[in-house]
Each structure stands twice: as structure tokens, then as C-alpha cells.
T-cell receptor, first 114, second 110 residues
Framework: GAVVSQHPSWVICKSGTSVKIECRSL??????MFWYRQFPKQSLMLMAT?????????EQGVEKDKFLINHASLTLSTLTVTSAHPEDSSFYIC??????????FGPGTRLTVT | QKEVEQNSGPLSVPEGAIASLNCTYS??????FFWYRQYSGKSPELIMS????GDKEDGRFTAQLNKASQYVSLLIRDSQPSDSATYLC??????????FGTGTRLQVFP
């Protein structure tokens, strides 16, 4: 149980384009989903918290107009990186919780912007 | 002071030994504590959660919590080379999100 999927697992895009990443909870309803970013050899950085049907809460320093988060249902949240630039290249990981504090992570999406 | 602190390591232990990973947290009340394992290039995987003082055992893993000392540890018995990874400690501090430490890299050598 507690399986979270992400799609795509990796993506290469050109600078200036937008990329959408999907995060799905496969066997439970996720009341809250989280989006993290991790640069090589660095720790996890929380970007935002999203609850189904409401606006995401972004961490300080994260541009909400650049990283659009939609949590349309209890099993799906999406992160759209708009007008991507090479500095946005990173490992993006979502996690989900069903109400307890335990977070279950998706396998991550590796984004490369050329 | 960071809210959740871990020694970055690497912690090197021989195969079959006990690996002891430590984590301290700031002077804030927290309900839950978690240990995650992250292999290089992969996402974190939940290993243990602990909510009350004392020990909690699950297979080769034992989590220990001492709220008075603001200290959480993870013991891995009979360490295997496949246990080589970065171990992340996290606490909730009664918020809706987890605060992660920077992780301790464990190396188990044959």
C-alpha cells in the first residue's frame, strides 16, 4: 500500500517551454500532496504544499507564477514549470499523505532544460 | 540552529556491524519522527516512524526516541552493503509538513 507514482520519470525540454509533471496516489486518497526539489548532492527542498480543491501554499522564495500547482482530485496533483530555464534543471519529487504525518514519496522526475 | 540536524557523514561500517545514525532537533514540540532512506538518484523511502519515547523495532531497524533530550536515532543491525544510502531524519513539529535533516550518508563495506 501507499504507492505514489510520478510521470514522466525524466524529461528534457528547451528553454522557454513549459513542462507538466503529474503525481498520483495509486492506492489511497491523498488529502495533502507536497512538491520538493533536490539538486545533486543537496538535501530536499520543499517547494509547496497542496490540498485537494484549494490553492497551494508555497514556501518562501518559490515563485508561484513559475511553478503552478493544481490538486484537482484526491489522487492527482500536477506541477507545471512555466518558461523553464536551465537553472530549473533538477530532480522534482512529490509526496502524499492521507491524513497522518507519514509522507510517501513518488519516484521523482528528472528535468533537464537545454 | 537548524531545526533537524544530522551529521552528514559518511558513516562507514563493516558488513554485519550495527550502524547507528543520530538526529537532534530544535527546541520545538513535535508529535512524529521519521526515518527515510534515499539511494543515490532515487527518491526517499519511508523506513520507520516513531511517535513516543522509547524503542521501536522493525526487522533489522530500531528507532529510538528521547523527547527530553530532543534526540532520535536509527540502529541498523547486521548492516549489508545494500544498506549503503543517505538516511534522512524528519519531524513534523505539529505542522502539516515535515522538516527534514540534511541526511547522513552510510557506507557499508564488505
Amino acid at each position: 500500500g501507499a504507492v505514489v507514482s510520478q510521470h514522466p520519470s525524466w524529461v528534457i525540454c528547451k528553454s522557454g517551454t513549459s513542462v507538466k509533471i503529474e503525481c498520483r496516489s495509486l492506492d489511497f486518497q491523498a488529502t495533502t500532496m507536497f512538491w520538493y526539489r533536490q539538486f545533486p548532492k543537496q538535501s530536499l527542498m520543499l517547494m509547496a504544499t497542496s490540498n485537494e480543491g484549494s490553492k497551494a501554499t508555497y514556501e518562501q522564495g518559490v515563485e508561484k507564477d513559475k511553478f503552478l500547482i493544481n490538486h484537482a482530485s484526491l489522487t492527482l496533483s500536477t506541477l507545471t514549470v512555466t518558461s523553464a530555464h536551465p537553472e530549473d534543471s533538477s530532480f522534482y519529487i512529490c509526496s502524499a499523505t492521507s491524513g497522518s504525518y507519514e509522507q510517501y514519496f513518488g519516484p521523482g522526475t528528472r528535468l533537464t532544460v537545454t | 540552529q537548524k531545526e533537524v540536524e544530522q551529521n552528514s557523514g559518511p558513516l562507514s561500517v563493516p558488513e554485519g556491524a550495527i550502524a547507528s545514525l543520530n538526529c537532534t532537533y530544535s527546541d520545538r514540540v513535535s508529535q512524529s519522527f521519521f526515518w527515510y532512506r534515499q539511494y543515490s538518484g532515487k527518491s526517499p523511502e519511508l523506513i520507520m516512524s516513531i511517535y513516543s519515547n522509547g524503542d521501536k523495532e522493525d526487522g533489522r531497524f530500531t528507532a529510538q526516541l528521547n523527547k527530553a533530550s530532543q534526540y532520535v536515532s536509527l540502529l541498523i543491525r547486521d548492516s549489508q552493503p545494500s544498506d549503503s544510502a543517505t538516511y534522512l531524519c524528519a519531524a513534523d513539529f505539529y505542522t502539516d509538513k515535515l522538516i527534514f535533516g540534511t541526511g547522513t550518508r552510510l557506507q557499508v563495506f564488505p
